[in-house]
């Protein structure tokens, strides 16, 4: 089987997913290429795993100071490079296109008429999860931008659909708390705005990820380069995370047991909904906008208990060798019949 791999590169969640499949695709013999888009050719970091990769423009969204900017949104995308891509794209020898929210090989694949799987947070929103009685537009914006004949979402719970567990790494370093240690994940707020907020703090030591040159330190804040390998490590020992509501991040979160404080990109119904999903979970705070006030009362609360996420690349990539033939339900509830936290899976059931 030959597959071609799309993934959607604004953010990390998309990318940290296919670092899960890569692996596992690769360990059942299937041959994969993959195509990423989203963000400048230059801006993808640790991309080992994907060798010859190809990236495109795509469609992507502006932010400034938390926020999304429409207008700049609208006057920075190309829809007729966007098309001229999709038209470019040659399918042939391809037996299936695999699609994280990527909208060159999914419509590609629509045009072409090759069979396409959309795997992606973004398909759970098809469903009525947390935060989309808001947003009714949201699914037909879902077909629009990535459409697939088969979608599979992923989200940290079922909530009575046939939806999977989260796609992420397998906690791979031993966890422990640092006392005091909050790791800090905030590229869509300016950098001031992110002092500002944490400085106060003195008895606790912030650690800021962050597109930076090189590591520096001011005051009780140590703001260091982007770095998956650092990102984890920091991860494992932290006391708590603060970060935007991204599914990626915030799962990885949940599986290494730490307390978590969100903040939403104004703007961006997937975030939202996120927040909305972790606050109905009783997994995470979330604060609409950067508070002293906010942080100040969330720092001192206790860490939760770990969930360890079901092996979802495993069993969703033997779905994929056999035909992915058999319904996506079924799968859905075999990996969360599997999953074992202290009845976590259970809830709204």
């Not at 997913?17 to 888009?37: H, K, Q, W």
């Not at 970060?243 to 799962?251: M, V």
């Not at 119904?269 to 705070?285: D, I």
Request: proline share 7%.
């Amino acid at each position: 089987m030959r597959i071609l791999y799309g993934v959607q590169g604004t953010g990390n969640g998309h990318i940290t997913r296919a670092r899960v499949m890569a692996p596992t695709l690769a360990n059942a013999g299937i041959e994969v290429d993959y195509l990423f888009s989203g963000r400048p050719a230059d801006a993808y970091f640790n991309m080992e795993p994907f060798g010859d990769y190809r990236t495109r423009r795509g469609m992507t969204f502006v932010t400034e100071a938390g926020k999304v900017q429409r207008y700049r949104t609208l006057r920075d995308n190309s829809l007729p490079e966007l098309i001229r891509d999709v038209r470019a794209l040659d399918l042939t020898g391809y037996d299936l296109v695999l699609t994280d929210f990527e909208p060159v090989t999914a419509w590609a694949a629509r045009r072409q008429k090759v069979r396409s799987i959309g795997v992606a947070h973004q398909y759970a929103f098809c469903y009525r999860v947390p935060g989309v009685e808001r947003a009714p537009l949201l699914k037909p914006c879902l077909n629009l931008f990535a459409p697939a004949d088969v979608k599979v979402g992923v989200h940290w719970h079922a909530f009575n659909a046939p939806i999977l567990p989260p796609l992420i790494e397998p906690q791979r370093l031993p966890l422990s708390c640092d006392a005091g240690k909050i790791l800090v994940y905030l590229p869509f707020e300016a950098m001031d705005d992110i002092k500002a907020v944490l400085t106060p703090f003195s008895d606790y030591r912030f650690v800021i990820y962050a597109r930076v040159d090189a590591p520096s330190e001011e005051t009780n804040l140590s703001i260091r380069p982007l770095s998956r390998d650092g990102f984890q490590a920091d991860l494992a020992s932290c006391d708590g995370v603060i970060c935007n509501a991204g599914f990626g991040l915030c799962s990885e979160t949940l599986q290494a047991g730490k307390k978590l404080l969100v903040k939403p990109l104004k703007g961006q119904v997937e975030q939202l909904a996120n927040g909305r999903a972790l606050q109905r979970l009783e997994r995470g705070q979330v604060m609409n906008q950067l508070s002293t006030e906010v942080v100040a009362g969330w720092l001192p609360g206790d860490n939760p208990e770990p969930l360890p996420w079901p092996d979802t690349a495993g069993a969703l990539v033997e779905w994929l060798a056999e035909g992915a033939e058999a319904p996506v339900a079924d799968l859905s509830k075999r990996l969360w019949r599997d999953f074992q936290a202290d009845g976590f899976a259970e809830q709204f059931s």
